[in-house]
């Protein structure tokens, strides 16, 4: 849904009441439409972003993605005015599932290297 920009699959996918935990959010995002606009504020940074998933698993109810981001930051990311530099960004989303949709999701990713990649942090070494 987020590397293609097909918002119009997140009912589908998504449970109304869907509560998203991201390291760049201090709260959780809660409901469909709120989970969107989070997410589209990334796509709309990177609006050639490609995500290529490198392996899933689960058990239950859960679901573990393995995926990698990449883009060019062209656009303004959450106050961040355009870099024009290309990123590449790892991260893990752990989805629970209730009824064949995403009740909850839990993302862990590379925000300390995204930031040092579009220059707003320096790297180290």
Same mark, same amino acid.
Request: cysteine-free.
């Given at each position: 849904?987020l590397?293609k920009?097909?918002w119009?699959l997140?009912?589908?996918i /998504?449970? @109304?009441?869907i !509560?998203?935990?991201?390291p $760049?959010?201090p709260?959780?995002v809660?409901g469909?439409?709120?989970v969107?606009? #989070?997410l589209?504020?990334f796509r709309?940074?990177f @609006?050639?972003m490609?995500?290529k998933v490198?392996f899933? #698993? ?5 679901? *573990? !993605?393995?995926?990698?981001?990449s883009?060019?930051?062209? *656009?303004v990311? #959450?106050g961040?005015?355009? $870099?024009?530099?290309?990123?590449? !960004?790892a991260?893990?989303s /752990? /989805?629970?599932f ?7 999701d839990?993302?862990?990713e ?5 930031m040092?990649?579009?220059g707003v942090?320096?790297t180290?070494?």
């Amino acid at each position: 849904m987020l590397g293609k920009a097909r918002w119009d699959l997140a009912n589908e996918i /998504l449970a @109304p009441d869907i !509560v998203m935990h991201h390291p $760049s959010s201090p709260q959780p995002v809660a409901g469909v439409k709120n989970v969107v606009g #989070f997410l589209g504020a990334f796509r709309e940074g990177f @609006p050639d972003m490609n995500m290529k998933v490198e392996f899933t #698993f689960g058990e239950g109810e859960m679901v *573990a !993605v393995r995926w990698q981001m990449s883009g060019t930051h062209t *656009a303004v990311l #959450f106050g961040i005015p355009p $870099s024009g530099k290309s990123v590449s !960004v790892a991260g893990i989303s /752990l /989805l629970r599932f209730s009824d064949g949709k995403v009740v909850e999701d839990w993302v862990s990713e590379d925000s300390l290297g995204l930031m040092q990649q579009i220059g707003v942090i320096p790297t180290t070494g």
